[in-house]
């Protein structure tokens, strides 16, 4: 049949229309083959614009549509919409971008008219070898999985559990928690950490459609939205956790006791088995391989005959479970950067030049010093702390080391850490270096005032530049930019706002999802401003500050926003598929796997079939097979596959084939 | 056509290699410089001025001479903008000019003493002297 | 194992006992330093301007002499050691430099920082190995507390002259440790002593050392080591409170046979 194509060029007010010549544009596309109908108008996705497009099919009896406008990742869908209401085949529209793609790059009029009308040919081209696709549909698992188990973790896991939905939380740590509880006070209401967070601990843990898997990780993840399945590797904690009482007895009596306590950052110790705090959830104990007698040389045993509840066994191995979710939340949070690279702070050099969150331990009743700040070399209490902000954030990639971006929360923990020494220890001397002071929420910039008119806390505008361990003092050298003066101050203490970093189980986590990650390790979003809390590949959402830095407040808001994405895809029983998908000419395929190996989402496979040959015999062949349910349309398969046997509906070669003839025409 | 400054200015980023636009004012060159105190404008006031253009005043300072080069600033700065460098550049642009010379062969004996190393002379010549 | 050795004016003059028992030691560990002929002065600072060349010819002479011969290039001046190094730095990265210096030589052998620089102590610790070197020392300064004085010229630009954490070094202090002596950390180690500011300014260099002297010897230090003469001279003209030497005199004496 004649393809009767329609035109419609959008001026999006002067985004498009500044640089390109919107008029010409449909002129010269309306004299091309195949085009029956051309304007330009205003903005196409309005309501006057999109009953132009509809009357227009109706009146022209178009078969297909061209609209040169913004990016199709804006605007396809409702034109696809609009073409469907009209009564044509949604996937008879075709996109051509000419604003992201032409008008905001060039700047010569006549240089981005031409483009467009390049563009809009290959548009045209194209739709006149579309064929109309139906959508499948494709069954949902009413499941959850968050991964991770910090504040942003519980957060989204509650509210999916509110909605009625299974959630299950991998944690890797042997609680749940993550950073907030090992903070002391939170900014800028300086409530209690402990006490805000482990309500919601509690009721994770006691939340009959949660199911928590601590001390446990991912290990694989296959499928796709709806239809996710999901190894998960308990490791073995050496306890059973269904008889443990949490009753502490074999952490007090267990005779190793010197390890490193990392809930405390390591500045005091643990036993070999371990709870890692009170309030952890579930408050079941853990036996650390590299530490326990038992288990390094089989000698000791003594929890074991401790143990009322018959909970301990040295025979534990880790699980591997698999289960099946419809989404995926990545809540995999951050961890404050080595201070490796910035020894000019002397942080190895010194037990008392420390970071801002071992400061949170210092500062903290449950911590190694029960919460008076006593400085870790001589226990005495310093007189003089010095706040270094901005270590390793706002970095030049010039500079060989730290991080390009603002870590977002330093200024307002800083001004916390600072209020709350001058208001416990009034005769202690606080200075804060800064670069600026970043405030922008809600009390904030109040909140950091208050630090300096109220507590008197100085604010010298300046970065240090060397701190030198001298006797019991900590020389540091800074600039004060304000007074143009060289400081020099003898410090008892120095607390480094380190940035922070995605935790490192991110990147892996981000290649087992297929979700896209930035240059610094923090997960991509679908739209950083319209979809910020979904990942690109569809099914996975995204919580917390695996996204990018960001405090509590902003972390809640944001573990709810994901939680609220997954109810909304959960609460349908079955989702729209994309029809956009590979498929086969099983007599063109030579059997060669090239697709299966490249494909990124396991969706081929190969099968033995009976052909029929020329020549009336049968014969077996292998094949390649599509499941278009998994398939997600990314056309690798096409390009591996040598014999062109691999092609994608709604993207053919021939497709693109004319795309590109009429660019080079 | 640019003026005498804009030429000096573009001289100086040239033979400095630094980008002295990517400098985000933290001061910590000068939070570190050893000669802090006996300068007149500091690390970070160098970086600054040349990226304003206000390089005369620059020219005719003592403290072109108070830079002991030795890359503290450029180690620890956060942006990789070398103000070291920077102070170099600007020195060279100073005695590089006709009678700029800091230092002599004849003046330079009322220094020397039995013990001092030819390493000294050598490099002082370097860095005042064209 | 032979080095080509560039020993720099300083060396030849002031700073004999640097060259002397450098060269000694050497031979105790089983390596020997054959000095580059009619080697010229590196110019002992390293001028920062990308538009120098005259004042870096010098240094690639020198490279291009270890280039023909195969084997690294030994520096053991701290000064020599960093123009060397940001020269043969310059001439592998910056094609333009490279190029206009290759063209002013013009011997029909262009030279892209095809040569390796070591100084001494690299060769102590990479090529020699510490754990050898304490095998061959004799004991004699056990319990005796150095403090090893880096100065800059063998840390920075760090990025150019790789030899160690510039901020956290420790290739001295092994190096210390292996001799038989305990070393002193302290924090000014890596701070400038004015270097050459000490004919024109001496003021601020009496300053400088000051402020090191008196952290040596709060750590308590009762010497100190360096490898750069210019460091040492300063330190000791302005009335060190502990005896300054050369780190190749330490290791001559942990090395020698009479205790």
Request: aromatic residues 8%.
């Amino acid at each position: 049949m004649q393809q009767r194509i329609g035109v419609f060029v959008c001026h999006c007010g002067t985004n498009i229309a500044a640089t390109v010549d919107v008029s010409a544009v449909a002129a010269a596309l309306g004299r091309e083959p195949g085009v029956v109908f051309a304007r330009d108008y205003q903005y196409m996705c309005s309501q006057a614009g999109q009953d132009m497009i509809k009357d227009a099919i109706k009146e022209y009896k178009l078969t297909g549509i061209v609209v040169c406008s913004c990016s199709p990742r804006m605007h396809e869908a409702t034109f696809r919409k609009t073409a469907a209401a009209a009564g044509i085949n949604p996937y008879m529209v075709e996109i051509a971008n000419i604003r992201e793609q032409c008008s905001w790059i060039h700047k010569d009029k006549d240089e981005g008219t031409e483009k467009a009308i390049i563009l809009g040919r290959a548009a045209i081209a194209k739709v006149c070898l579309n064929v109309p696709l139906t959508a499948g549909e494709i069954p949902v698992t009413k499941r959850a999985l968050v991964i991770g188990g910090g504040i942003a973790g519980i957060q989204t896991a509650l509210d999916i559990a509110d909605a009625g939905f299974e959630v299950d939380i991998v944690e890797k740590k042997p609680t749940i928690g993550g950073k907030m509880a090992q903070l002391d006070k939170t900014f800028p209401t300086l409530d209690c950490a402990a006490c805000i967070l482990t309500p919601k601990m509690v009721d994770a843990g006691q939340n009959e459609k949660i199911h928590i898997y601590s001390y446990s990780e991912v290990v694989s993840v296959g499928g796709f939205v709806g239809n996710f399945t999901v190894q998960i590797k308990k490791k073995a904690r050496y306890v059973d956790e269904t008889k443990c009482t949490g009753c502490g007895l074999c952490t007090e009596k267990c005779p190793v006791k010197n390890v490193p306590n990392e809930f405390n950052l390591g500045m005091d110790t643990r036993h070999a088995v371990y709870i890692p705090f009170a309030q952890a959830v579930p408050k079941v104990a853990t036996i650390d391989p590299n530490y326990c007698l038992m288990l390094k040389n089989g000698k000791c045993g003594l929890c074991s005959k401790l143990c009322g509840a018959g909970a301990i066994n040295y025979k534990q191995e880790d699980e591997i479970i698999e289960n099946k979710y419809g989404a995926i939340v990545a809540a995999t949070g951050y961890n404050p950067i080595s201070m490796d690279k910035f020894d000019e702070f002397a942080y190895s050099q010194s037990k008392d030049v420390i970071t801002s969150l071992e400061f949170e331990r210092l500062m903290n009743a449950a911590g190694p010093t029960g919460g008076v700040l006593l400085r870790p070399s001589d226990n005495e209490h310093p007189k003089t702390i010095v706040f270094v902000q901005c270590v390793g954030s706002r970095c030049s990639a010039d500079a060989g080391k730290g991080k390009e971006y603002c870590s977002k929360i330093c200024c307002m923990y800083t001004a916390k850490h600072a209020m709350l020494t001058r208001e416990k220890y009034p005769d202690t001397d606080v200075y804060v270096f800064y670069i600026d002071v970043r405030t922008p929420g809600k009390n904030f910039d109040e909140f950091y005032r208050r630090a300096a008119e109220q507590y008197g806390v100085h604010y010298i505008k300046g970065m240090v530049g060397k701190v030198s361990p001298e006797g019991k003092k900590l020389k540091v050298r800074g600039s004060d930019l304000i007074a143009d003066k060289q400081l020099h101050i003898d410090a008892d203490l120095v607390v480094l706002a380190a940035a922070i970093e995605p935790d490192k189980t991110a990147r892996p986590l981000a290649t087992m999802l297929t979700a896209s990650m930035d240059t610094n390790d923090f997960f991509t979003e679908a739209h950083p401003k319209l979809r910020p809390v979904e990942s690109p590949t569809a099914g996975v959402f995204l919580s917390g500050c695996c996204q990018g830095p960001k405090d509590i407040p902003e972390t809640v808001a944001q573990a709810g926003a994901a939680a609220s994405k997954v109810i909304g895809l959960l609460c349908h029983d079955k989702l729209t598929a994309n029809p956009c998908v590979a498929h086969s000419d099983e007599w063109m395929c030579n059997g060669c796997s090239s697709c299966e190996n490249v494909c990124p989402y396991h969706a081929i496979t190969y099968v033995e079939k009976e052909f029929r040959m020329p020549d009336r015999t049968t014969k077996i062949r292998r094949v390649a097979s599509v499941n278009p349910a998994v398939c997600q349309g990314c056309g690798a398969c096409t390009v591996a596959c040598p014999s062109g046997a691999m092609d994608l509906f709604g993207f053919s070669g021939k497709q693109i084939s004319a795309e590109v003839d009429a660019i080079c025409r | 056509m640019k003026s005498k400054n804009e030429l000096l200015r573009e001289n100086i980023i040239r033979t400095s290699g630094a980008d002295v636009k990517k400098c985000m004012k933290c001061g910590k060159c000068s939070g570190t410089c050893p000669s802090y105190d006996e300068m007149e404008y500091h690390p970070h006031q160098f970086v600054y001025m040349v990226e304003t253009g206000d390089i005369e005043p620059l020219l005719n300072s003592e403290s072109l001479y108070k830079c002991l080069t030795c890359f503290a600033c450029v180690d620890r700065c956060p942006r990789g903008v070398q103000p070291a460098k920077v102070v170099e550049a600007v020195r060279l642009a100073a005695i590089r000019q006709q009678g700029k010379n800091r230092l002599t062969p004849d003046g330079v004996e009322k220094y020397l003493d039995d013990e001092i190393p030819q390493q000294a002379i050598v490099s002082a010549f370097r860095k005042y002297t064209k | 194992m032979k080095f080509l050795y560039y020993p720099g004016c300083t060396l030849k003059n002031k700073a004999k006992d640097l060259d002397i028992y450098a060269r000694e030691s050497a031979l105790k560990l089983g390596f020997e330093l054959i000095e580059v002929d009619e080697f010229q002065c590196c110019g002992g600072v390293f001028t920062t301007a990308n538009d120098e060349i005259a004042t870096k010819l010098a240094s690639v002479r020198a490279l291009k002499a270890a280039k023909a011969a195969g084997v690294p290039l030994v520096t053991v001046c701290s000064a020599c050691h960093n123009v060397i190094k940001q020269t043969n730095y310059a001439m592998k990265n910056d094609a333009e430099f490279a190029d206009k210096v290759n063209r002013y030589i013009n011997d029909g052998d262009d030279y892209h920082g095809e040569a390796e620089v070591y100084h001494y102590l690299e060769v102590l610790r990479d090529i020699i190995g510490f754990d050898k070197i304490k095998e061959k020392c004799n004991g004699a300064l056990k319990g005796k507390k150095i403090g090893a004085y880096y100065g800059c010229l063998l840390l920075r630009p760090s990025s150019v002259m790789g030899f160690d954490d510039p901020e956290n070094p420790r290739i001295i202090e092994d190096m210390i440790k292996a001799a038989g002596a305990a070393p002193v950390i302290y924090g000014e180690r890596n701070e400038c002593c004015g270097g050459y500011a000490a004919l024109e300014e001496p003021a601020l260099v009496k300053k400088r050392c000051g402020i090191i002297d008196e952290s040596a010897k709060a750590a308590g230090a009762e010497a100190l080591v360096t490898a750069c003469p210019l460091c040492r001279y300063n330190l000791v003209k302005n009335g060190a409170n502990v005896p300054v030497l050369y780190f190749t005199e330490l290791l001559h004496k942990a090395l020698s046979e009479e205790i």
